[in-house]
């Protein structure tokens, strides 16, 4: 090898093309070069001195991109100083600069001869200089940075070829106060090749962080961080002040705050871009915009809202998210049910809710009146506004639940309510708006209570009064009814008068008294309320107010012998006529006297029983209107009864409409016990005054056929209309009906009376459902019905509607009939089944002794069937007072939601009844239960074995199916064909409202 370092410096630089980059560098983002030696195409013009040192050499790399670089090696000669510096670099805003060396440097050891004056480093100087001061050049002005050294010459490689490495050294100098500078490169011996030499600063370059946009920043020399404030891109808004920290080393640190695009805008890349068509967004933020939600667009880009679809609308609060929505259609399945002047009226939910939850009804009330056009009779309607008065409960507007009570309306007269399903959108489309009308008729009402009564003239012993029709008499007013008492008396003891028209004359009273009066109005719907209680004193006897002082005394004994005369007569006279039931005297004034005697209940009137009349045609006229025969119209035969046809006709009394009536006759060849027992029920009846208790219109004695006179119930019996109309009624029709039959049963037991023959074979039903207590009979109560059945003690009885204390030993009470009125809350709620089924009635007693008890019918609420087992407590005092029934029966009427829970069977005995010992309520829950329910064991296994598939095969099922799988008794035929056509309908349509 040729040892001229010369020639080993042309090695050197051979080599060069080996170590220089391949491809050009990328320099880091955060780095400003000042210089680049490599950059350079042409001559760099550095300054070397003396010219036979640093030399300048041009050479290319592997890609033939030209490269500058100097070498210098004077190793062989000793005191070398050779200077290279480089063109003035001016500093730009750099306080702190960065030098970047590369280069390579001969061992000293691979030269022969040079040990002694060969070196193996080089200095690196600079000089800071405002402006370029050409080749002036003086050595002492540059202030040193460092020594290089390379960090090893030569690399060995594994196979012994030495190659020449790169060396790369990074020095800072700074900071820096001049606008420029200048570097030099001594060297002072060493065999260098400066291969490229590389200037700069750093710093933190343009960055967007949040979206806040932060400019280039060159950090200052010393360690603080520059603290830059960033500003939002387009479209966004600052949220919190964004702020981030540029480090010496030029990098960019803790970002605080931010921006947010504006609506309409959403974040991609670091910008804000606007929505697209079909997208919006409402609100600042850095979220996504959103697809238009259901029924709504938006055709245009960066939308902030999307618009309704036609016929579809926005409420004012609902959120741009939520779809549009629109009106609900109108509300289904009006029903209405009208008792006297008030209505119930049910609806359903309406079919499209216009996709909306907020719905609320309004119900509008109208009086519709026919209006004849031009004398025609086909008139057209004319509609106006209810009056004020109207009440609505809860309310008539903003109603949540599906049903509505409307009082106060005017007897006999014809509504049409509008009821509007409203949701949050109605008020925007007021064409769009839809409602339910339902027409009704008000039936007849009591009459409303007297209010003015004035007294015209008073004496010593009478006093004459007048007094106002009432305000809503809803009909004929037949007669008043006038109740007074003496005040001291309290109640304990009154008088009762009856007078057709407004004003009555009370003779007979006692002088200087005060008594208290109350009138009430009647009219073929039964009584109106009480007027208030009225005061009147009468006029003190004469001979005592003109007295003179010293005759006081004398006066006071004479008046106190007469007033105890008076007194005594008056008493004897009042006992005698109510012992000898006296007559009416007159025929418009009947004058009926409850004295202490008599009473059960202090003020209450009480039953008499006719069998205390020695003659008890005596007590038939004493209670009961003798009819002229001719008065009556019958029109067609409609039962029988024990003793004759029951028909129907018609009355017409004189200066009286004619009514409908029911005529019970007695067929000829009757013995005198038997015209007696026929009679009684009108003795009965006529004591009983109560719109649930049927009405004696009065009896046909005086000439034959004997006829009992009542009114007309269009609906026949309760049992067979019930079977009749098997599950028609809603919960609150059935409801209403035994609140009718409780009500009449409370009247009666107030009255002292017993029924013992309560069933609903005996309650009649009118056209508007009003179900009244009738059947009234003495012996023939139990002689008379089919259903009643000898008992051990000889006496005939209906077992399955009798308490049991009664059956065991007669002891027939008000409590024994809320016993019955259990069962016929059973039959009502089973729609006429027969209780207990086919079971013999000696079973039935075993049964009911041991405790067990009629299981709930199908669908039947739970608060009824508690109210059933109430009224079947073996201990009758347990068993619940009929006005106690009422009340409970009011609630549930008040409260129709809560006959919706039905009770539920969880455990059933094998046996048909239910253990009354269990705790809990028992109800019907699944098909299953109801069939182990209805003890129809053996048919729920035949139906397992029939293998039906679906419901609808179920629906199809008749009697005859069922008879073929075994099912004979007619009762659980009919009501599992029924139940299972309600299943189906129910898993077709859902539950039916109550
Ligand atoms: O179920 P129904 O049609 O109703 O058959 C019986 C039959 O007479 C024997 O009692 C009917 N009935 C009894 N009283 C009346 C009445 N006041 N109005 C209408 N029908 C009556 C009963």
Redesign the pocket.
Known sequence: MDCNPRSLLFVLLLLLSCVIPAFPVFYPPNEVNLLDSKASQGELGWISYPSHGWEEISGVDEHYTPIRTFQVCNVMDYSQNNWLRTNWIPRQSAQKIYVELKFTLRDCNSIPLVLGTCKETFNLLYLEADDDQGSHFQEHQFSKIDTIAADESFTQTDLGDRILKLNTEVREVGPMTKKGFYLAFQDVGACVALVSVRVYFKKCPHTVRNLASFPDTVPMDSQSLVEVKGSCVNHSKEEEPPRMYCSTEGEWLVPIGKCLCNPGYEERSSTCQTCRAGFYKSTLGNMECSKCPPHSFAHHEGSLHCGCEKNYFRAEGDPASMACTRPPSAPRNVISSINETSVILEWSWPEDTGGRRDITFTVLCKRCRAVAANGSSSGTQRCEPCRSNVRFLPRAMGLHNTTVTVGDLLAHTNYTFEIEAQNGVSSLAPKMRQYAAVTITTNQAAPSPVAVIKKEKTTRSSVSLSWQEPERPNGIILDYEIKYYEKEEQETSYTILRARGCNVTLNGLKPNTAYLLQIRARTAAGYGASSPTFQFETSPDSAFSISSESSQVVLIAISSAVAIILLTVLLYVLISRFCCRSKSKHPDEKRLHFGNGHLRLPGIRTYVDPHTYEDPSQAVHEFAKELDASCIAIDKV????EFGE?C?GRLKLPSKKEICV?I?TLKGGYTDKQRRDFLSEASIMGQFDHPNI?RLEGVVTRSKPVMIV?????N??LD??LRKHDAQFTGIQLVGMLRGIASGMKYLSDMGYVHRDLAARNI?VNSNLVCKV?DFGLSRVLEDDPEAAYTTRGGKIPIRWTAPEAIAYRKFTSASDAWSYGIVLWEVMSYGERPYWEMSNQDVIKAVDEGYRLPPPMDCPATLYQLMLDCWQKERNNRPKFEQIVSILDKLIRNPGSLKITANTTSRPANLLLDRSSSEVPSVGTMGDWMDGMRTLPCKEAFSGVSYSSCDTLAKTSTEDLKKVGVTIVGPQKKIVSSLKALDSHNKNGPVPV
């Open positions: 409609v039962g029988a009864g029951v129907s029911a019970k049927i009542t009114e007309y119930m269009e026949g019996s067979s209309f009649l009738s």
